[in-house]
């Protein structure tokens, strides 16, 4: 440092260089040097060649390795250096490391020391001296982790022209603070250019001594910059400046070092793009200077070099190329990367002449005409084969895997779908069990329970077959035609719940609770709710209304709300699986028995079997038949052996209301005639290969269908029948005119009990299919209506059905003795709540009287004063009877369940009931007779149901044709025919045949037909 100084003091600041002294060779290495480096230089110097910054000193401190001055002698401000730099250390300065500890030494099997950071930091060798480390321990994971201590890598060969290459020379700028010069002073922050030996062995030692000055142990500098920080005042204006200056310095040495390895790189590319060599016939041409050139100058590299050029020899030889030009920039870039070798591509790029090249290669004329052209075409096919057999292989394979793919989806789907089937029929059983078991404890608690207040929840449901929905005109206004059960709440210990298809009107809610108040019944409101499923509109119109039900949420939990804590069941109509479901969701019981059951013994053929277990009379018949041949064989057996009847009924088991009726009249067919004059015994033989004959071929000719606008033909019609089964039977040898079809209509209660609701004679509005009813029957006058029900009852009881049940018989007059009793075959059974029975709902609210469980009869109570009666037997006869002068008179109503006039839709709601008052088309509320209508929908609906009052059948017929020409009178004309004739399956009845046939009856009563031994009418059964 003093040498230093004193070399600067020996100089002067007066004495500036001579410019065009140093214009000669110094000047020329600064040629090219860029002024921001100069720059750099000359601020770099200004700081170390001031005795007084403190930087300055620090940076000679670590460039000439000198040591700290004593901070308490001489101040660092001045520069000062402690006097004992070689003093001896009054302590020791390193201490020994800790050793394995003993016990540890003499015990093998015990734990090792815990490894600190000091230790790590002393290194792996003093670990393993100092038995840290056990002997034969696997080290090499301890040099694996951070950056290796040592690699493999290409060694880099430097051009001789780089040898010469020398640093360019960068002027010095020298510093000069204000008053410090001797003589010659310049000016503040003054620089000048310094050419002298100290400026150029600074300069350098920028270059050569990067090493010392730039890249010194990170700690020794952080060190020294700390202690500088410690003792320079914040106030120094030179500290800033001093930071970026080092910073300014290390990037001047990266962009030299960049500067460097660019030059070598381009002259690099330079060298090698000189060179070109060529390959003739497979050879390289060794002779040419070219190639002489390019080997002298990659001779550290030729062995890769070398390697390259054999394999585009063999090449170029294995395809016969006669000429290539190689480029020997790619040859040489290729020859670098020796982890992998290089494939056909890669050769290629390194020929000039590659197109030409190509075309010999891919040429098939000429590929093969070399010295291994044999075996490159035995290649050639070979790998052809190989590809087509290969390809061949993995289309068939993948054929077969999409195949095996398809059916393996659907095995698991069909094994997803059989163990989800398996689920839900383990759910169903154990639904099933457990509905069992409340059914069996409703029937035990049932006299408890029809004592105490209860609800019932009455669903007039058609859960038939879809076809068969299907083919129903107005299904939702049909399924609705019970809502006179609504009427069961005149029983004070009976709430209702009704379950409605669809929304009704405003008009029509308020017509029935008018009917209701007019019974006498307190706030009806609360004693009867109508449900409406919210989903009906989402599905389709012909769904039946348990399902709807099922799926409408919001009805379900409503319908909850209602019977909370209370005593409820439901009253279905026909009964099926849907009505257990809804039975399991509600957790109430049902008014019936196993739906599977029920069904079975409303089929014709099921009720036969009741019929014989009941010991009631019954037709001859063959029931069971679902075959084609077994119906045409059954069907000549009984002809031949029942030869005096001569009409015979086809029935459809489930078919209803004489949909699935059909007759044949034998008394026209020769072969019948011959056999009844002959009178010869008839062998199976006979019947087998003659009468089967003859009738097969009758029978599309002579059947008359019931409902052809539902079977056409007679294949329809017999193809349905063996499809669900049928019966045949007989129909009474008398004329058709004297037969009578009445039905009896009873409840089976869930104890046993048989109790009687009604019994009615029906008529029908053409042959077979029927239109309406008379209450009470009295084809069968002296019949003891409740033994029959009871004997009936109680066999469906033992069979496990409960609930409502109608019994329909055909009566006709006793062959031998046509002045006796009537006699009556029973024809079919109906387990569910029949139309008829519950129009007996809306009559009995109205009349407020009571049947007689016996015959059947009604009577209502009424007062009448004896001095009005004419009849003097009678008049004495009622004074006798009581005080209070009390009579019962018989009352009897005519019931057309369903009228649709397309007219009605015309007429608003409050016109019509406006134009029946001033009609006189109305009901006697004192009198207790007249005509009330029964709404199953709004009148657009074009729909209603009629029933009329009094105390014979001739008054209420009288009333039902009043009431039909007013219909026909506001409607319009009834018409004629309804049905269109298209191919639409369909069963509506004519209101036209229904109108001709009330009018008819009209007629015979005018006659004096009225009484009910004489009265018979045209009908039959269902």
Known sequence: MASFMNSERDRGGS???????????????????????????????????????????????????????????????????????????????????????????????????????????????????????????????????GKAPFGLTQAKIHSFSHKTLRKPKTPSIAYKRPGTADRGEIGPATFITAGGDFEN??????????????????????????????NISPDNEDMDDVREDQIDIREQEEDYQLDVKDNQSIEGEELYSMYQISIKGGKVVETSPEYMSFKRANATKWGAVSLVLYLLEKLLNLYNVPYATIDCHKLVRLAEEELTRPNHEELLECCINKPQVEEIINNPLKKFKGPSGPDLAAICIQKNWRRFKAYTAFTLLKYSMSKATIIQRRWRLYQLMKNTKAKIKQFNEESINEWKIMMKEFRRRWPDVKKKRRVEIHINSFSFSEEKRLSMEKFQQRENSQISRIFSVKDPKVDVIYVAPFTLTNEVYE??????????????????HIVVPENYVKFKETMSLTQTL????????????????????????????????????????????????????????????????????????????????????????????????????????????????AAL????????????????????????????????KLLPKKVKIAMPSLYRNWDEYIEAFCHV??????????????????????????????????????????????????????????????????????ILYEKGVIGHVTVDLVAFPDPTNPKAHPLFWAVDINCSL??????????????????????????????????????????????????????????????????????????????????????????????????????????????????????????????????????????????????????????????????????????YFKKGGYKASNYYNKTHYF
Request: charged share 25%; with cysteine; net charge neutral.
């Open 201 to 230: 062995s600074y300069l350098n030692n920028i270059h050569k001594s990067d090493d010392n000055l730039f890249t010194n142990n990170q700690y020794a500098r952080e060190e020294t910059k700390e202690d500088v920080l410690e």
């Open 834 to 1003: 029949s139309d008829y029975a519950s129009a007996c709902f809306h009559f009995d609210l109205l009349m407020e009287g009571r049947i007689d469980k016996f015959t059947g009869q009604y009577f209502v109570e009424v007062q009448k004063d004896p001095d009005e009666l004419i009849d003097a037997d009678a008049a004495q006869e009622a004074k006798d009877k009581t005080n209070k002068n009390e009579f019962f008179e018989p009352r009897s109503f005519m019931f057309c369940k369903y009228l649709h006039h397309p007219g009605l839709a015309t007429i608003q709601f409050n016109t019509f009931f406006h134009m029946c008052r001033l009609e006189s088309v109305s009901y006697d509320m004192e009198k207790r007779t007249g005509s009330t209508f029964c709404l199953y929908d709004c009148l657009q609906g074009g729909v209603i149901g009629l029933i009329t009052v009094g105390e014979h059948r001739k008054v209420t017929v009288n009333y039902m044709v009043e009431a039909l020409n007013f219909i026909q009178n506001q409607a319009g004309v009834i018409p004629s025919k309804a049905i269109s004739e298209d191919s639409t399956r369909i069963d509506e009845i004519n209101v036209g045949d229904v109108f001709s046939r009330v009018v008819s009856l009209v007629s």
């Open 665 to 696: 009249n034998v008394d026209s067919i020769k072969t019948v005639i011959e056999l009844r004059k002959r009178k010869f015994e008839i062998t199976d033989n006979i019947i087998e290969n003659k009468l089967v004959e003859v009738i097969s």
């Open 511 to 528: 017509y029935y609770k008018k009917i209701l108040e007019l019974g006498e019944l307190e706030k009806p409101e609360n004693r009867f």
């Open 725 to 794: 089964g049928g019966v045949i039977e007989a129909a009474p040898s008398c004329n058709s005119k004297q037969v009578v079809s009445p039905s009896v209509s009873f409840f089976v209660a869930p104890d046993g009990e048989v109790d009687l609701i009604g019994s009615f004679d029906r008529f029908a509005a053409k042959e077979f299919v029927n239109a309406g009813c008379f209450f009470p029957q009295t084809s069968l006058p002296n019949i003891n209506l409740m033994t029959l029900s009871k004997s009936i009852g109680d």
């Open 15 to 145: 004495m500036l260089p001579d410019i065009n002294k140093g214009s000669g060779r110094g000047m020329g290495n600064e040629i090219g040097v860029p002024v921001k480096r100069i720059l750099k230089h000359q601020r770099m110097y200004s700081v170390v060649s001031n005795p007084q910054n403190a930087m300055g000193n620090m940076i000679l401190r670590e460039k000439f390795k000198l040591p700290d001055p004593n901070k308490g002698k001489i101040p660092r401000q001045i520069g000062g250096i402690s006097s004992t730099i070689n003093a001896k250390p009054a302590g020791k300065v390193s201490r020994s490391k800790k050793i394995l500890p003993k016990f540890i030494r003499d015990d093998p099997a015990a734990d090792g020391p815990k490894i600190t950071e000091d230790d790590l930091r002393d290194g792996m060798m003093s670990l393993l001296n100092r038995g840290m480390i056990p002997k034969g321990v696997d080290v090499t994971p301890a040099f694996e982790r």
């Open 550 to 661: 099922i799926y409408s949420p919001k009805a379900i939990k409503r319908i909850k709300t209602l019977i909370e804590e209370r005593q409820a069941y439901i009253v279905p109509g026909i009964s099926t699986k849907e009505d257990v479901k809804l039975s399991i969701n509600l957790g109430i019981p049902i008014m019936c028995g196993d739906p599977s059951k029920v069904s079975m013994y409303s089929t014709k053929s099921g009720a036969k079997r009741i019929f014989q277990q009941a010991d009631v009379p019954s037709p001859i018949s063959a029931y069971d038949i679902y075959d084609k041949r077994e119906f045409e064989v059954s069907l000549c057996k009984l002809i031949a052996h029942n030869l005096y009847v001569n009409t015979w009924i086809f029935k459809i088991d489930d078919e209803f209301n004489g949909r699935g009726h």
